[in-house]
């Protein structure tokens, strides 16, 4: 069984940075797609980042690129999001999923999600 412990999220200014880190347990990481999801209270579980298997291919929703940068490290099974010029809008609970296979936007297509981190951004 896949577990995945999402970490580094908390209250920070507009314009301010945070780094988040997914540690993951069972399975085999490094043959898993990782992504980054979010969601924003009443709203839908929004895709951010993924990241292919051997970390050379990463994907962003056309309305965050720029901002946010996912990376991976197989060896120790994380994998972290970068997110700089943090906006009030950023504000929501951030996921970190695995699924095997090719990467995908679709939050139905991951199978293994953690519990979610917190990210607060004041104006």
């Known amino acids: 069984q896949v577990q995945l412990v999402e970490s580094g999220g908390g209250l920070v200014q507009a314009g301010g940075s945070l780094r988040l880190s997914c540690a993951t347990s069972?399975?085999?990481?490094?043959?898993?797609?990782m992504g980054w999801f979010r969601q924003a209270p009443g709203k839908e579980r929004e895709f951010v980042a993924a990241?292919?298997?051997?970390?050379?291919?990463?994907y962003y929703a056309d309305s965050l690129k720029g901002r946010f940068t996912i990376s991976r490290d197989n060896a120790k099974n994380t994998i972290d999001l970068q997110i700089n010029s943090l906006k009030p809008e950023d504000t929501a609970v951030y996921y970190c999923?695995?699924?095997?296979?090719?990467?995908?936007?679709?939050?139905?297509?991951?199978?293994?999600w953690g519990q979610g981190t917190q990210v607060t951004v004041s104006s």
């Open positions: 999923a695995a699924k095997p296979g090719i990467a995908e936007s679709r939050a139905t297509r991951y199978h293994y």
């Open positions: 069972g399975g085999t990481f490094s043959t898993y797609v």
């Open positions: 990241i292919n298997w051997t970390g050379g291919r990463t």
